[in-house]
């Protein structure tokens, strides 16, 4: 059986500028932030990220490697605006983007999971969705109702980036919290699929970590595994731990400033490894 | 006009008034998954479920429907899970139909558009960015909608920038089968709770807070306020519900906070 193990930097050397890139997680809940501070450090640009959106999409349209993002929503859950996308919206700094209704993003995960062109659905109409998205079509029911609804067209991404609290090197995936939000169908629906986990462990370990239910990552649809402990941090990644909302504070507050901000990228962000992070981290707890 | 630090008839306050004009959005609901965003919301459906809508499912804003009268920001953990509720299965609830919203409205107009997308006539480049679309076009479009606005003058536009939620007028242009799970059933603020139960589907005064008048209501308005015969004065909390409000679900008193 192969051993799909890789790091950070081997995940973000099988990536290209201009891709299209999903991530999941749901605002700064389990998001992948180890892997999205390698895409920070890389040379990649042009990026299209497709995301419930967290800091995940504030880092990275803040620091310009965004062509397009499409999303619901971009929060910090307790603060509910993203502050650093906030400014890269009011600044028109995003070139393009598709601001989707939460659940029809949903759809448009279900129909690349599924390789069908697009999901049905009333959401958006009567909103301005359609008008602020021209690339968005309506279909008509070929049934006897003949009605005409919103597809969400399916969301072809070039790779995929997930996190879960356990994995095994062959790649399957555990999530232990109380959500597994969509990162089953993120894996799915990616051409390529990376996963980092807090841990990765023995395939016969897993029932000793959860029941049989939060298995819902398999192998078939992961291409790599990254072990990456406090690999969500500063998001929550129950139940290992829950969200530095100290550090999520020192981050929102650089949104004000260019310089802060800039110094809070070469201080945290751009540390040349997940390993010095976690390095800084427990520095900075034991002062 | 009466602030929050005033105490009224019958010793209720101004958030306690709101809350209960929200609690009766709910009223009639039975069993529907009751989904308050923000503390005076959910104060009031918590309250709706202790008295008079004992079929309410509500959740614990985490994964969870629970039972029991958890407070305000209380670690649910130990409460009775009756159901569990992550995204996905929200959605499904949404589409599905069995569930009312409270949603907060920074812009709303006679109609009943709703905005708390962006601010700005240009959306690629707006003013001030808010929320982002997040579940305001599948919801209205899918089921009962409550909006709660705790400063009216704000917030009732002559038009909004961006429609989120869509009011009357834009569902009226859309054919039959999309229109007919659209409702938009109250909207509570600091000075009175509204309605659309007019011919043209433009808001109505419901009933007005204690101490407002027709007048001062008009006067925080960009438009026209509907008016059919005497406006009552919006009930005032019983004893066994200012007794949940103050001493069960927000002891601390977080519901006083949104009034700033």
Redesign the interface.
Known sequence: MSDKRMTEDEVVAELESGMTIGIGGWGSRRKPMSLVRALLRSDLTDLHVVSYGGPDVGILTAAGKCRKVTYGFVSLDSIPLEPHFRSVRQGGLLPEFMELDEGAFYLGLMAAAHRVPFYPTRAGLGSSMLANNPELRTVVSPYDDGEELVAIPAFEMDAVLIHMNRADQKGNGQFLGPDIYFDDLFAMAGEKTYLSAERIIPTDDFLKEGPVHTLRVPRTHVDGVVEAPMGAHFTECPPDYGRDEAFQKEYAATAKDPEHWARFRADWLELESHEAYRAKLDEKSAS | MSTVGDELEGGATLDEICVVALAEAFRGDGETLCNPMGPVPVIAGRLARATFEPDLMLTDT???AIEGNLPLGADPSGATIEAYL???SI?DQ??SGKRHVVMGAPQIDRHGNQNF??IGD?????????????????N???HATTYWIPTQARSFVESVD?????GYD??A???E??RR??EIRRVVTDLGAYDFETENGTMRVRSLHPGVTLEQAQAASAFELAVTGDVPVSRLPTAEELHLIRKVFDPSGVRKAEFR
């Open positions: 985490i994964a969870y992550p995204f996905r959605f949404v589409w997308a962006a240009d959306y690629s480049h707006p003013k001030v960015q808010l929320l982002g679309m997040r579940g305001a076009p599948g209205l479009i899918n961006v429609v989120s939620g869509p834009a569902i242009r859309l054919p089968p999309s799970f659209h």
